[in-house]
């Protein structure tokens, strides 16, 4: 082909990409305006090989401060966080949510913009030892009505009532968190009993609260 005839398409070729170089300036520079890291805050836009991560967490703590001290957001639609307010001190900032594992922890201090990668993880069965405790002790089923006043060993001075109250607001949670690994899982210690059930039911005898757990007759979730 002669330059003559190639000419127009070379042409075309440059416009195009000079309109993606200014398209691509112009997405970072319309994130940095939008996010506006503050002199105080950190923020920044996460990313997978899947485009922007909106709905995850980003963590940021730091040792440095006289107790340890710990701020977690969530990424809007458009995979944008912002830390705000933070002491000034240097930090560890990563990604973590569900399908990922938790990202590399970057480096950074307020005022700084910090774009992050989330790691995607290899399997579900990997991603799931990442998902927050509250996210396990959801799956918890609720016994019907008909389990409760005397039927399948539980006494009948107890209705499904008394026990979503002590379930929600009145035991454990009214402390701490219930569903991490720790409460949700048998140790290696109690793999000799025959049953799953067996396991469990030595499981949360075991200890000092040992009492309280498996108090009025039926097992309760433990502390």
Known sequence: MKIG?????LIAAAALLAGAGVATRAQAQNDAGAIKVGAKDIGGVVSSPQGREAGVWVIAETTELPTQFRRIVVTDDQGRYLVPDLPQADYNVWVRGYGL???PKMRAKPGQRLDLAAAPAPSPA????FYPAIYWYSLLTIPDKNEFGG???IPANVTQQDWLTIIKNRACVGCHQLGQESTRTIPDAFSDQKTSEDAWMRRVLYGQPARRTTGRGTVQVFC
């Open 151 to 153: 039927e399948n060993g």
């Open 101 to 103: 594992i938790d990202s």
């Open 5 to 9: 005839k190639r000419l127009p398409v």
């Open 126 to 129: 990997d991603a799931a030892h």
